[in-house]
């Protein structure tokens, strides 16, 4: 199995900063991809960021020029950056990750538990 887990939620003014972490445990050959996604009440989780194992980015929208994605590749551990924050982020972030377990069983998709960020206007 994949554990993730996620850290640096919390509560926070309109225009503040955050930084949220996650970090992969347990057996596995390797991680393609790790993301954060988010859902906000009534709504459907969506992605947030994300990061291949080569480097390469992908943002919604709506955090474009506000967030940053990051990772170490060596330590498993993805990051992300929040910065001028809006009360429209307020959502439970999760983080993911897309593993290959062993030469045998191909990509699988992981989660972790979650973390709360709220942004007060």
């Known amino acids: 199995q994949v554990q993730l887990v996620e850290s640096g939620g919390g509560l926070v003014q309109a225009g503040g900063t955050l930084r949220l972490s996650c970090a992969a445990s347990?057996?596995?050959?390797?991680?393609?991809?790790m993301a954060w996604y988010r859902q906000a009440p009534g709504k459907q989780r969506e992605m947030v960021a994300a990061?291949?194992?080569?480097?390469?980015?992908n943002y919604t929208d709506s955090v474009k020029g506000r967030f940053t994605i990051s990772r170490d590749t060596a330590k498993n551990t993805v990051s992300l950056q929040m910065n001028s924050l809006k009360p429209e982020d307020t959502a439970v972030y999760y983080c993911?990750?897309?593993?290959?377990?062993?030469?045998?069983?191909?990509?699988?998709?992981?989660w972790g538990q979650g973390t709360q960020v709220t942004v007060s206007s």
């Open positions: 993911y990750g897309r593993a290959i377990r062993t030469v045998f069983s191909g990509m699988q998709d992981y």
């Open positions: 347990g057996r596995f050959l390797s991680i393609n991809v």
């Open positions: 990061m291949t194992s080569g480097g390469s980015t």
